[in-house]
Structures are given as structure tokens and as C-alpha cells.
């Protein structure tokens, strides 16, 4: 396979010195598995890459907001660090074009679909770190969180915590969660849950964690219920 596009290493602002690493981070677990041959796929990079991404956010909102509380930066960092997030910043750095996938993910439309493009950026922050350390995906963050960072001035509202509100301002009882899947490798496992509210249909989420699959169900069921209001 060819070295990775120097305009996709301009964009990350590190120039590799090991650029299987890039690559590695680059192709989906589609092609990893419909191709014997192929290189390791991105699973494992993503993996870390989630790591590095909580520690820098966690600094960077220790720092930004000193007066904030616990509760308060936990909010922010739950939104600065998921998929939604991520994938802008892939778009921002034209991310998709890159990805290698195998034809049929291809032809489903995978390179616009924002799970994939959070799960790639992933892995190229992973990339990053593992070929010159924590600076080069530090300043990967940096430049492309920052922004996003300010957006708000005041702390978001979680998604589970607005859709109890939505339930309590209705008299209905509080949201259910329930786990009704689990899968991927043991070393980087998805769970899906679905989240539910008294006389409405449940929506499911799925995460690298509980409390994220919980999360995204929540934003789902929260969605419909507004819509459908």
C-alpha cells in the first residue's frame, strides 16, 4: 500500500516518521476482513486513541474553565469527546477521503457516515501519539477542539439528564435503560442500550461504554419525542 497523502499529514500537522502507523489508522474493519492480506485494521488504534483524546480534553478543560465544577467539566468533556464531535472534526479535515474501505461499505455510503468517520479519527489520534508521542496529537486537539471548546459558555445538558427533565415536566416517571447487545472485541467492546419513557417507543445507542451507549440512546429518544411533539 502506498505512503499516506502528504495533504492528509499537512492537515494533522505531523510529518510521520513511521507512516504504517497512518495507514494502519486509515482502513476499516470491512476491508481488514474481507482481505487477508491487508494490514491490521484501525480497531486497536481507535481504542487508544479514545485514551489520549479523554486526557487532553480532561487538560485542556481543567485549565479553560478553573471556576467550573466536577459535574460542569464532565458535561463538556462528554460532549467534546463524542462521536458527533469527532466526526466534525474529521469533516474539517477532509478525513473521509482517506479511509480505506472494503467496496460494499463503500457503496453504502460509509465515508459520510458520522460513527465511521469518529471511529478513523480515532485512530489517527492514536497514530499520531504512537509515532512521535503525546505533543503531536496534543497539538492535533488543540488546534481542532479549542474552537469547539468556546462554543458554549455555559456548561451543556447531557442528554439523559434533559430527557429525565422532558419525562419530570410531563409527570411521567423517570427514563429506563436497558443493555440489549454487546459485541466487538473484548479489548474494545460496544454496547447498546436502550433508553425508554412511559407511553413513548424506546431508541437505542450504541457506545465503547455503557454510560456513552446510554448517552446516545437518550439524544435518540429525546429527538423523536421533541419531534414528534
Not at 84 to 100: E, K, M, N, W
Request: proline content about 7%; hydrophobic content about 40%.
Amino acid at each position: 500500500m502506498a505512503g499516506p497523502d502528504r495533504s492528509l499529514e499537512e492537515a494533522l500537522g505531523h510529518r510521520f516518521s513511521r507512516p504504517e502507523l497512518l495507514r494502519q489508522a486509515l482502513i476499516h474493519p470491512s476491508t481488514a476482513a474481507s482481505n487477508e492480506g491487508v494490514e491490521h485494521s484501525s480497531e486497536r488504534q481507535e481504542f487508544l486513541g479514545d485514551r489520549v483524546l479523554g486526557l487532553v480534553i480532561a487538560d485542556l478543560l481543567f485549565h479553560r474553565f478553573p471556576g467550573e465544577n466536577e459535574g460542569h467539566l464532565a458535561r463538556r468533556h462528554s460532549v467534546l469527546v463524542s462521536r458527533p464531535t469527532l466526526a466534525r472534526v474529521a469533516d474539517r479535515i477532509g478525513l473521509s477521503g482517506h479511509i480505506v474501505l472494503s467496496p460494499g461499505e463503500d457503496g453504502a455510503g460509509g465515508r459520510k457516515r458520522p460513527a465511521l468517520l469518529a471511529d478513523i479519527c480515532e485512530a489517527v489520534i492514536a497514530a499520531l501519539y504512537l509515532d512521535g508521542g503525546l505533543e503531536p496529537a496534543a497539538d492535533f486537539i488543540r488546534r481542532h477542539w479549542r474552537p469547539l471548546m468556546d462554543e458554549d459558555a455555559a456548561p451543556p445538558i447531557d442528554a439523559k439528564t434533559a430527557l429525565q427533565e422532558w419525562a419530570q415536566g410531563r409527570g411521567l416517571a423517570l427514563p429506563e435503560y436497558r443493555e440489549v447487545a454487546r459485541d466487538g472485541p473484548p479489548h474494545a467492546p460496544r454496547f447498546t442500550i436502550e433508553a425508554a419513557v412511559a407511553g413513548h417507543a424506546p431508541a437505542a445507542g450504541t457506545g465503547k461504554s455503557k454510560r456513552a451507549a446510554e448517552g446516545i440512546a437518550a439524544a435518540a429518544l429525546l429527538t423523536r419525542l421533541e419531534r414528534e411533539a
